[in-house]
């Protein structure tokens, strides 16, 4: 059993604390303001853009989960996290391996290109040209953490397409546009079964790629979903020129070291979204 740090704890990190405490190990969560009912997890209040917050905490840790998102959208929010709060976080916890939450925006491919860990990452907007900076500054730092791009995420309280599907979208059909997504517990499940690899000894890639089975197009998940939920189909969006279009991504590498989905594809999650 491990003493693990997990920063950030949202939906995703304080499900995993739960998880791994359930399972034996000793989970010290970080947070900047620790709920009250601690379900069992040992919460330190800081905030890792002050460094002199975090000096205080202790470093004995066995591994660091990094799962920390930025409060808006903003340049600024974005720097905070991934440059102030990152570095002030590896001061503090570089003797230890990482488990870095990443995106798979940091790809720039939208031409539906298929992408895994060793496609080209050459983002276009700032965010991710962020995120992908933080990559390649926790690896130089630390070269025995994990990066792990998470596609978009969803789940219960992430459910911005059923709602979308509800409103009888407008939506490209041709050419078409493709969606990678993961649903939330797939997101838990990864982290943990990568932690148990490292724990047993396995020998772990620097990048992980997380992301189920099935890239979809948006046109096909929506009138999916609508036609579940009794809705009117989606209308078809006309595209003037060339429209571009998202990546697809591929998850081998992760399915090659034994992980199996819980939800392989968009009609296992979002089919049990609906049934609720």
């Not at 969560?29 to 905490?57: C, F, T, W």
């Not at 799962?67 to 903003?74: E, M, N, P």
């Not at 990568?194 to 948006?218: E, F, H, K």
């Not at 003037?240 to 990546?247: P, R, T």
């Amino acid at each position: 059993m491990a003493k693990l740090l997990i920063i950030g704890c949202g939906a995703i990190g304080s499900t995993l604390a739960r998880h791994l405490t359930a399972q034996g190990h000793q989970v010290t969560g970080l947070k900047r303001h620790p709920p009250v009912e601690n379900d069992g997890i040992d919460y330190l209040a800081a905030d890792i853009a002050s460094a002199q917050q975090l000096q205080k905490l202790p470093d004995d840790f066995d591994a660091v989960f990094f799962i920390v998102s930025a409060d808006g959208r903003t340049e600024q929010s974005y720097r905070m996290v991934y440059e102030t709060g990152l570095g002030n976080a590896l001061a503090k916890f570089q003797q230890q391996p990482w488990f870095f939450v990443s995106s798979t925006s940091v790809y720039g491919q939208s031409q539906g290109e298929w992408v895994d860990e060793n496609s080209p990452t050459e983002p276009t907007n700032l965010t991710s040209q962020l995120i992908c900076q933080a990559e390649q500054r926790l690896l130089a730092a630390n070269a025995n953490s994990v990066i792990v791009r998470f596609s978009g995420i969803y789940g219960p309280g992430r459910e911005y397409l059923l709602r979308s599907a509800q409103q009888t979208p407008s939506i490209q059909q041709t050419p078409p546009y493709y969606t990678n997504r993961i649903h939330q517990q797939d997101c838990v499940g990864v982290l943990a079964f990568l932690l148990a690899q490292r724990l047993a000894g396995v020998a772990l890639d620097n990048c992980y790629l997380a992301s189920d089975d099935n890239p979809a197009t948006m046109w096909e998940v929506i009138s999916w979903l609508a036609e579940q939920l009794n809705c009117p189909a989606p209308t078809l969006k006309s595209i003037d020129g060339i429209a571009d279009q998202n990546k697809r991504c591929q998850n081998q590498r992760l399915k090659a070291l034994g992980y199996e989905f819980r939800y392989p594809d968009y009609q296992a999650g979002y089919g049990e979204l609906v049934k609720r």
